[in-house]
């Protein structure tokens, strides 16, 4: 449990470390400033803030009478992947809760005098950390992996989990399992598949994974049709950039023939992320691995990791001249498919890396490799395994 206290001079740490004392496993981070406080917020998702409320902007600095609201303030419109689960307003100025009380109930957190209101906020205090303490295996994650369709691309995601739980929250399913990076860091990992395959059933998994899981970075996986000349069958690709191949305005010519004019919006990569996606494409022993641990594979060269346009629409593709003309309109485009565009825009909108990871199965034309498909899912789910285990603490 995550517990971040602002306060110039931690007179209230004993109190609050003793209140806490009947749990296990509390992580307190104590800062003296506003300035600190984001920079901490910024970095970890804490599950308690408690805000003090005459504390400096900066360390060191001058004490500012409002600081404390000052930051609540500013928390308010960070991300909400940022936002702590609980905050109160702790002060031992009596005045200060009668000035501000009234902006803490605004957000809908309490402010609290240290020692008239003891038994009132010890006791809140201890109810949330049993909350916390109760929801925290599920509740929240280090990095969330998700894909298109539960068969084939979930199945062979959780076939690389040492082991995994599942629970069925709001009527979605969701698994849980740990990964250990080379730092020996243990992450907590949550994944789940879309009800459909598609643009609308993906952002409203990333979307809702966000909202309720808060994971630093987000990682989808599958599989994906590639351009003939571009990429080869069991290639990896990562989506840089990925745009709707079908956004645009349907027109028409001169001649009053219908036409349609592309407009379509790109996300690129994070740069963080890319970086680290471009090392791990130098691992020909990894590379090499995927082929020969697969039983009975048809493919024998080593695959690629690609980082290259793959352009995303809602629609299956199984003609060559639907290809052609996506190529048309994007002369790089490398590879196809229906969802990378709407989990990175979930991403972006609340500011948290994302890379979407799909190997080829085919070559978007009648021709389908069905054959393959459990392999890339396991290939382009390996790679997201292998990106976390070694790379996280370079991706945040």
């Known amino acids: 449990m995550n517990i971040l206290l602002v306060e110039d001079n931690y007179d209230k740490y004993p109190i609050i470390n003793k209140t806490l004392s009947i749990f296990d496993n509390i992580n307190f981070t104590k800062v003296a400033s506003v300035c600190d406080a984001l920079d901490e917020l910024s970095k970890t998702l804490f599950d308690i803030m408690i805000i003090d409320i005459q504390i400096p902007d900066i360390d060191g600095g001058d004490i500012n009478p409002q600081g404390g609201v000052e930051l609540l303030n500013n928390v308010e419109h960070l991300t909400h992947s940022k936002i702590p689960r609980y905050i109160f307003g702790l002060t031992s100025n009596s005045s200060d809760v009668s000035s501000h009380f009234d902006t803490f109930k605004k957000f809908g957190w309490p402010l609290f005098d240290l020692r008239n209101d003891a038994d009132c906020w010890k006791d809140l205090l201890v109810t949330k950390a049993r909350a916390i303490e109760k929801n925290i295996n599920y509740m929240s994650a280090d990095v969330a992996i998700i894909t298109a369709l539960e068969d084939t691309e979930l199945e062979e995601l959780l076939k690389l989990a040492p082991s995994y739980t599942s629970s069925n929250i709001d009527g979605y399913r969701y698994y ?22 598609g643009v609308t059933w993906s952002s409203q998994l990333a979307t809702r994974i966000i909202e309720k899981f808060k994971p630093r970075i987000i990682l989808m996986t599958g599989i994906c049709a590639g351009v003939s000349g571009k990429t080869s069958l069991g290639d990896i690709i990562v989506g840089d950039p990925v745009w709707d191949w079908g956004a645009g305005k349907i027109s028409e010519d001169h001649e009053g023939n219908t036409i349609f004019l592309p407009d379509p919006h790109q996300l690129a990569l994070n740069r963080k992320v890319k970086e680290q996606l471009r090392d791990l494409s130098q691992d020909t022993v ?102 976390i285990i070694d790379k996280y603490h370079n991706l945040i």
């Open 176 to 197: 849980f399992y740990e990964v250990t990076t080379v730092n020996g860091t243990k992450l907590k990992v949550v994944s789940s598949s879309a009800e459909r395959m």
């Open 286 to 387: 990894f590379l090499k691995s995927l082929v020969i641990s697969w039983p009975h594979n048809t493919l024998t060269s080593a695959p690629q990791i690609l980082i290259a346009p793959m352009a995303c629409g809602s629609s299956v593709i199984a003609t060559q001249a639907t290809v052609d003309d996506i190529a048309d309109k994007h002369r790089k485009v490398t590879a196809i498919e229906m969802e990378s565009y709407a989990v990175m825009a979930a991403a972006f909108s609340y500011d948290i890396p994302c890379a979407v990871i799909k190997s080829v199965c085919d070559l978007g034309n009648k021709h389908k490799a069905d054959e393959i498909q459990n392999y890339c899912a396991y290939s382009s789910a390996s790679v997201a395994i292998k990106l």
